[in-house]
């Protein structure tokens, strides 16, 4: 069918933030791979044509719902590692947020031939075959990735990142051509030798190289420890009648179904959709459940070991529903990522979303190998040695990653969702699910309808459309001081979504977010199914 914006097809659905992903996504489902095998393309070709987002340099964390007879979801945790040459005792007193030594161990390499090998039917030589050909050939560059490339030009200080994407002082112009053939070796290097190549082969002794030379903290021992994601139960809640399963710590799952549960008391009768008073309720929720992360931590490993669910526990959205309550009758008186979502016939669903933390990660490249290296370093407590996410050997970083799987009403796997955007994503996300899912909007409206985010500071981030004198007027009343983010703003995620078809048959559904560049695109026929397991 039809890529675009908004796309239907009888035989599955690919939604990403690159058009060069989704058709890679596309093709695999096409010739009778599974969603699996269609989110892992999908994700390699988005680390090669949005490189500001995501790639090698970078972690992939999984949502994935398995359509068998089983019918189960995992979560797929996908972190980084600190390199273990840290000392936890002589420590930095100001975090890396930029150059070599801002990056950790990468690990979507691992993580996605992960879950490629496990629940994938095709061969990794057969799903890099886009990216390969994406590297080699060139993507064309789009105003949104012009318009970043001119935004951090004063940080792109690296000659070899400036080699690919500027053309002396300036950033490549608008439908130029970007061709990455040290990408291509590097992708078709793991292609034959496989993803463990770059944790043990010519690709880590390249990596490792790069390393030692520029002063960087990753050794060859780091990479020996292979960075194999861990398998974990996802948060299970409900919302209006919809069950969801959403990602756990590290990811933003508690933060996420504490705003949920709030806004379920506030929903049609009680509050119009859109309203100055709507838009009150949204911020108020975002900024207790975003505060309550930030305050009562959980370890990434040890969350579903404890008894402190509290945060996702309907009892604590009613409570915070009463404080919001209270609050609007008082008396006048401040990262980014990439997300993919992929269904197809046999049931199954993916969700991925990854990155390489901040714009551009650590605005520095591999050399000669023509991936961003990340700058999760800055993700780390180095102050408290008893928080969750202190700086140590090996230690996972913080994430706000929230892929959900939505079920209808009879129990069926009905949407899969995700957004970019760092602590923004569980307020994007339950803005979508509030409109569709409380209010009755229809996918393509949720996700166009201008946003606003409210994190555990004293700021709103409005898009324009939103802003009036009176609401202004009511957040400032409130103690909030108003931000103008403008129309369609990039810093309000990107949520790619698909709609699987209800047990009666019909069509899969796939919504791209207009703020950047994603499409989405269902298969237009299918051949022979793979045999390997579904």
Same mark, same amino acid.
């Given at each position: ?34 969603? %699996?095998?269609?989110? %892992? ?58 150059? !070599? ?30 990216? !390969?050909?994406?590297?080699? +050939? ?10 970043? /490339? ?7 200080? #690296? ?25 291509? %070796? ?15 082969? +010519? ?24 960075? !194999? ?34 806004? &379920? ?31 009562? /931590? ?84 180095? +102050? ?38 760092? &602590?923004?994503?569980?307020? %994007? ?13 229809? !996918? ?43 129309? $369609? ?12 078809? #209800? ?12 703020? $950047? ?13 793979? +045999?390997?397991?579904?």
């Amino acid at each position: 069918m039809k890529e675009g914006k908004i796309a239907k097809s009888f035989y599955g659905m690919v939604s990403t933030a690159s058009p060069y992903a989704t058709d890679a996504g596309a093709l695999m489902l096409e010739k009778g791979g599974n969603a %699996v095998d269609g989110a %892992v393309a999908a994700a390699f070709c988005l680390g090669v044509t949005e490189p500001q987002a995501s790639g090698l340099g970078g972690q992939s964390m999984a949502l994935l719902h398995i359509g068998n007879k089983e019918k189960k979801t995992v979560a797929i945790d996908g972190s980084s590692r600190a390199p273990y040459s840290i000392d936890p005792w002589d420590l930095p007193k100001k975090p890396y947020k930029k150059g !070599i030594r801002a990056a950790t161990i990468p690990s979507t390499p691992a993580a996605l031939g992960y879950i490629l090998d496990k629940y994938g039917t095709m061969t990794l030589e057969e799903v890099l075959k886009p990216s !390969i050909e994406a590297a080699g +050939k060139g993507y064309i560059l789009s105003r949104l990735q012009n318009m970043l /490339l001119a935004r951090e030009n004063k940080n792109m200080t #690296d000659e070899y990142v400036r080699s690919f994407f500027y053309k002396g002082n300036e950033p490549m112009e608008i439908g130029s051509r970007i061709y990455q053939k040290d990408l291509s %070796v590097t992708l078709k290097s793991m292609a034959y030798s496989g993803w463990e190549d770059f944790y043990l082969g +010519k690709t880590a002794a390249k990596l490792i190289e790069d390393m030692e030379k520029r002063g960087g903290f990753i050794r060859r021992e780091d990479l020996m420890r292979i960075p !194999i994601p861990l398998e974990k139960e996802p948060i299970k809640g409900s919302f209006c009648g919809f069950e969801l399963e959403t990602f756990p710590p590290p990811g933003a799952g508690r933060a996420f179904f504490q705003i949920l549960n709030t806004l &379920e008391k506030f929903g049609p009768g009680v509050v119009e959709l859109n309203s100055e008073t709507y838009y009150q309720i949204l911020v108020l929720a975002f900024h207790g459940a975003l505060m309550n992360r930030e305050q009562f /931590l959980v370890h990434p490993e040890l969350f579903h070991q404890t008894d402190n669910k509290w945060m996702i526990e309907k009892e604590n959205g009613e409570y915070v529903a009463e404080r919001i309550k209270e609050a609007l009758m008082m008396p006048k008186t401040t990262g980014e990522t990439t997300h993919l979502s992929v269904a197809d016939k046999f049931g199954n669903a993916v969700g991925i979303t990854q990155s390489i933390e901040k714009v551009y990660g650590a605005k520095t490249m591999a050399s000669n190998m023509g991936f961003f290296y990340n700058n999760y370093m800055s993700a780390y407590n180095l +102050k408290d040695v008893m928080h969750p996410y202190y700086l140590l050997p090996g230690a996972r970083p913080f994430s706000s990653v929230a892929p959900t799987l939505v079920y209808d009403k009879s129990g069926k796997a009905k949407m899969m969702i995700g957004s970019p955007g760092s &602590e923004r994503i569980s307020t %994007v996300l339950s803005q979508i699910l509030s409109g569709m899912l409380a209010y009755g909007k229809e !996918i393509e409206e949720a996700i166009k309808w201008p946003r606003i985010h409210g994190g555990s500071g004293k700021r709103v981030y409005i898009e324009s459309e939103l802003i009036t004198e009176k609401l202004t007027g009511i957040f400032n009343q409130l103690g909030f001081e108003i931000v103008d983010k403008g129309e $369609r703003s990039f810093y309000m995620g990107c949520v790619q979504a698909v709609m699987m078809p #209800d047990e009666s048959g019909g069509l899969f559904t796939g919504a791209a977010d207009p703020r $950047r560049d994603g499409t989405c695109k269902g298969p237009e026929k299918l051949e022979l199914p793979n +045999k390997k397991g579904r």
